[in-house]
Protein backbone atom coordinates (compact mmCIF):
# COMPACT_ATOMS: atom_id res chain seq x y z
CA UNK A 1 0.00 0.00 0.00
CA UNK A 2 1.28 3.54 -1.13
CA UNK A 3 2.37 5.94 1.80
CA UNK A 4 3.36 9.34 1.39
CA UNK A 5 5.26 11.54 3.45
CA UNK A 6 6.19 15.31 3.25
CA UNK A 7 9.41 16.41 4.78
CA UNK A 8 11.12 20.35 4.84
CA UNK A 9 11.54 23.21 6.89
CA UNK A 10 8.78 23.93 9.11
CA UNK A 11 9.63 27.85 8.95
CA UNK A 12 10.80 30.18 6.18
CA UNK A 13 11.07 33.46 6.05
CA UNK A 14 9.07 36.16 4.24
CA UNK A 15 10.68 36.49 0.61
CA UNK A 16 11.75 33.42 0.95
CA UNK A 17 11.12 29.97 -0.88
CA UNK A 18 9.28 27.25 0.75
CA UNK A 19 11.26 23.76 -0.61
CA UNK A 20 9.47 20.43 0.26
CA UNK A 21 9.74 16.80 -0.73
CA UNK A 22 7.66 13.76 -0.43
CA UNK A 23 8.31 10.26 -0.47
CA UNK A 24 6.28 7.78 -1.70
CA UNK A 25 6.92 4.06 -0.10
CA UNK A 26 5.26 0.91 -0.50
CA UNK A 27 5.31 1.74 -4.24
CA UNK A 28 7.12 2.68 -7.35
CA UNK A 29 6.74 6.47 -7.88
CA UNK A 30 6.38 5.18 -11.56
CA UNK A 31 3.67 3.24 -10.66
CA UNK A 32 0.91 6.04 -10.67
CA UNK A 33 1.18 8.82 -13.63
CA UNK A 34 0.25 12.27 -11.31
CA UNK A 35 1.24 13.39 -8.31
CA UNK A 36 0.13 16.38 -6.53
CA UNK A 37 0.23 18.93 -4.10
CA UNK A 38 -2.34 20.57 -2.20
CA UNK A 39 -2.09 23.01 0.19
CA UNK A 40 -4.76 24.48 3.48
CA UNK A 41 -3.80 27.65 5.29
CA UNK A 42 -4.65 27.22 9.19
CA UNK A 43 -8.48 26.71 9.52
CA UNK A 44 -9.15 27.55 6.05
CA UNK A 45 -10.08 25.36 2.73
CA UNK A 46 -8.04 22.92 0.43
CA UNK A 47 -6.06 24.42 -2.22
CA UNK A 48 -4.20 22.53 -5.24
CA UNK A 49 -0.98 23.72 -6.00
CA UNK A 50 0.54 22.17 -8.66
CA UNK A 51 1.01 18.56 -10.64
CA UNK A 52 3.72 16.32 -11.97
CA UNK A 53 3.82 12.73 -13.77
CA UNK A 54 6.43 10.52 -13.02
CA UNK A 55 7.63 11.30 -16.93
CA UNK A 56 8.21 15.12 -15.39
CA UNK A 57 5.16 16.14 -17.17
CA UNK A 58 3.80 19.65 -15.23
CA UNK A 59 0.70 21.32 -14.34
CA UNK A 60 0.15 24.48 -12.05
CA UNK A 61 -2.56 26.24 -10.33
CA UNK A 62 -2.75 29.42 -12.47
CA UNK A 63 -2.63 31.47 -9.27
CA UNK A 64 0.16 30.50 -8.08
CA UNK A 65 2.34 29.93 -11.65
CA UNK A 66 5.51 31.81 -12.07
CA UNK A 67 6.41 30.89 -8.25
CA UNK A 68 6.16 27.22 -8.07
CA UNK A 69 8.21 24.98 -9.70
CA UNK A 70 6.99 20.92 -9.17
CA UNK A 71 9.81 18.61 -10.13
CA UNK A 72 10.80 14.48 -9.28
CA UNK A 73 13.29 12.35 -8.92
CA UNK A 74 12.30 8.28 -9.84
CA UNK A 75 15.85 7.52 -8.48
CA UNK A 76 14.91 8.27 -5.10
CA UNK A 77 10.77 7.60 -5.29
CA UNK A 78 9.90 11.45 -4.19
CA UNK A 79 8.79 14.66 -5.57
CA UNK A 80 9.38 17.91 -4.79
CA UNK A 81 7.61 21.51 -4.66
CA UNK A 82 9.34 24.71 -4.44
CA UNK A 83 7.29 28.09 -3.66
CA UNK A 84 9.56 31.12 -4.22
CA UNK A 85 8.82 34.53 -2.59
CA UNK A 86 6.68 33.42 -0.08
CA UNK A 87 4.74 35.63 2.46
CA UNK A 88 2.27 35.35 5.46
CA UNK A 89 -0.16 34.37 2.66
CA UNK A 90 1.36 30.82 2.16
CA UNK A 91 1.48 29.83 5.49
CA UNK A 92 -0.22 26.12 5.63
CA UNK A 93 -0.30 22.56 6.11
CA UNK A 94 1.18 21.27 2.53
CA UNK A 95 -0.67 18.17 1.44
CA UNK A 96 1.56 15.32 -0.79
CA UNK A 97 -0.85 13.70 -2.79
CA UNK A 98 -2.01 10.68 -4.99
CA UNK A 99 -3.54 11.66 -8.15
CA UNK A 100 -5.72 9.42 -10.32
CA UNK A 101 -5.03 9.12 -14.13
CA UNK A 102 -7.99 10.28 -15.43
CA UNK A 103 -6.78 9.45 -18.95
CA UNK A 104 -5.35 12.66 -19.98
CA UNK A 105 -7.51 14.59 -17.63
CA UNK A 106 -7.15 15.84 -13.87
CA UNK A 107 -8.02 13.47 -11.54
CA UNK A 108 -9.63 13.11 -7.52
CA UNK A 109 -6.55 12.44 -4.95
CA UNK A 110 -6.94 8.85 -3.39
CA UNK A 111 -3.91 8.79 -1.25
CA UNK A 112 -2.89 12.00 1.39
CA UNK A 113 0.42 12.16 3.13
CA UNK A 114 -0.17 13.29 6.52
CA UNK A 115 1.08 16.71 5.73
CA UNK A 116 3.68 19.23 6.89
CA UNK A 117 2.98 22.77 8.14
CA UNK A 118 5.06 25.71 6.89
CA UNK A 119 4.75 28.72 8.44
CA UNK A 120 6.02 32.03 6.90
CA UNK A 121 7.58 34.62 9.55
CA UNK A 122 10.58 36.40 10.30
CA UNK B 1 -15.63 28.03 -8.78
CA UNK B 2 -17.55 25.29 -6.21
CA UNK B 3 -19.91 26.73 -3.59
CA UNK B 4 -21.06 24.38 -1.23
CA UNK B 5 -24.15 24.53 1.34
CA UNK B 6 -24.64 25.10 4.01
CA UNK B 7 -21.42 26.18 5.56
CA UNK B 8 -22.57 24.31 9.07
CA UNK B 9 -25.21 21.88 9.41
CA UNK B 10 -25.83 20.36 12.53
CA UNK B 11 -27.93 17.20 12.45
CA UNK B 12 -29.35 14.87 15.07
CA UNK B 13 -27.78 10.74 15.02
CA UNK B 14 -29.78 8.74 13.18
CA UNK B 15 -30.75 11.52 10.66
CA UNK B 16 -30.10 12.57 7.60
CA UNK B 17 -27.36 15.40 6.83
CA UNK B 18 -27.49 16.46 2.85
CA UNK B 19 -25.06 18.75 1.60
CA UNK B 20 -25.03 20.49 -1.87
CA UNK B 21 -22.25 21.43 -4.63
CA UNK B 22 -22.40 23.39 -7.04
CA UNK B 23 -19.77 24.11 -9.83
CA UNK B 24 -19.78 27.75 -12.01
CA UNK B 25 -19.68 25.02 -14.97
CA UNK B 26 -20.86 21.83 -16.29
CA UNK B 27 -18.36 19.04 -14.79
CA UNK B 28 -19.80 16.54 -16.94
CA UNK B 29 -17.42 15.04 -19.63
CA UNK B 30 -19.14 14.47 -23.42
CA UNK B 31 -16.28 12.17 -23.87
CA UNK B 32 -17.32 9.76 -21.12
CA UNK B 33 -20.54 10.82 -19.68
CA UNK B 34 -18.71 11.36 -16.38
CA UNK B 35 -19.21 13.77 -14.13
CA UNK B 36 -15.80 14.92 -12.39
CA UNK B 37 -16.80 15.53 -9.28
CA UNK B 38 -15.26 14.16 -6.02
CA UNK B 39 -16.28 14.23 -2.29
CA UNK B 40 -13.92 14.45 0.79
CA UNK B 41 -14.24 13.63 4.37
CA UNK B 42 -11.45 15.39 7.08
CA UNK B 43 -12.00 15.48 10.57
CA UNK B 44 -10.17 17.40 12.99
CA UNK B 45 -6.70 17.46 13.06
CA UNK B 46 -6.75 14.74 10.00
CA UNK B 47 -5.84 14.57 6.33
CA UNK B 48 -8.69 14.70 3.60
CA UNK B 49 -10.04 11.46 2.62
CA UNK B 50 -12.08 10.34 -0.06
CA UNK B 51 -15.62 9.15 -0.26
CA UNK B 52 -16.93 9.80 -3.55
CA UNK B 53 -15.58 9.91 -7.05
CA UNK B 54 -17.00 10.60 -10.20
CA UNK B 55 -19.94 12.13 -8.46
CA UNK B 56 -21.77 8.81 -7.20
CA UNK B 57 -19.04 6.28 -6.74
CA UNK B 58 -17.93 5.17 -3.31
CA UNK B 59 -14.81 4.59 -2.37
CA UNK B 60 -13.25 1.03 -1.36
CA UNK B 61 -14.37 1.08 2.87
CA UNK B 62 -16.87 3.49 2.86
CA UNK B 63 -20.10 3.13 4.50
CA UNK B 64 -22.51 2.44 2.47
CA UNK B 65 -24.38 5.70 4.34
CA UNK B 66 -22.65 8.09 2.67
CA UNK B 67 -23.93 8.28 -1.30
CA UNK B 68 -23.02 11.22 -3.96
CA UNK B 69 -25.61 12.35 -6.64
CA UNK B 70 -26.20 14.93 -9.06
CA UNK B 71 -25.23 15.93 -12.15
CA UNK B 72 -23.76 18.44 -14.46
CA UNK B 73 -23.31 21.69 -11.98
CA UNK B 74 -25.11 20.26 -9.32
CA UNK B 75 -24.49 17.96 -7.03
CA UNK B 76 -25.58 16.08 -3.37
CA UNK B 77 -23.29 14.27 -0.60
CA UNK B 78 -25.81 12.77 1.49
CA UNK B 79 -25.12 11.09 4.96
CA UNK B 80 -27.88 8.54 6.47
CA UNK B 81 -28.34 7.59 9.64
CA UNK B 82 -25.55 10.11 10.72
CA UNK B 83 -23.13 8.84 13.85
CA UNK B 84 -21.28 10.91 15.80
CA UNK B 85 -18.13 9.86 13.79
CA UNK B 86 -19.43 11.61 10.85
CA UNK B 87 -18.66 14.92 12.45
CA UNK B 88 -16.32 16.56 9.61
CA UNK B 89 -15.74 18.80 7.59
CA UNK B 90 -16.70 17.97 4.60
CA UNK B 91 -15.79 19.24 0.53
CA UNK B 92 -16.09 18.41 -2.97
CA UNK B 93 -13.93 18.81 -5.99
CA UNK B 94 -13.81 19.44 -9.34
CA UNK B 95 -11.02 17.65 -11.70
CA UNK B 96 -13.08 18.80 -15.11
CA UNK B 97 -10.44 21.34 -14.90
CA UNK B 98 -7.83 22.94 -12.77
CA UNK B 99 -8.89 21.38 -9.62
CA UNK B 100 -10.81 23.06 -7.66
CA UNK B 101 -12.64 22.67 -4.07
CA UNK B 102 -15.99 23.73 -1.96
CA UNK B 103 -15.35 25.86 0.66
CA UNK B 104 -15.99 23.02 3.17
CA UNK B 105 -18.89 22.16 5.44
CA UNK B 106 -19.06 21.25 8.80
CA UNK B 107 -21.20 18.72 9.71
CA UNK B 108 -21.75 18.67 13.97
CA UNK B 109 -24.01 16.29 16.22
CA UNK B 110 -27.37 18.14 17.61
Known amino acids: QVQLQESGPGLVKPSGTLSLTCDVS?????????WSWVRQPPGKGLEWIAE???????NYNPSLRGRVTISVDKSKNQFSLKLNSVTAADTAVYYC???????????????WGQGTLVTVSS | VMTQSPDTLAVSPGETATINCQSS????????????LSWYQQKSGQVPKLLIK???TRESGVPDRFSGSGSGTDFTLTISSLQAEDVAVYYC????????FGQGTKVEIK
Open chain 1, 97 to 111: AREYDSDGYYGYFDC
Open chain 1, 26 to 34: GGSITSNKW
Open chain 1, 52 to 58: ISHSGST
Open chain 2, 25 to 36: QSVLHSSDNKNY
Open chain 2, 54 to 56: WAS
Open chain 2, 93 to 100: QQYYKTPT
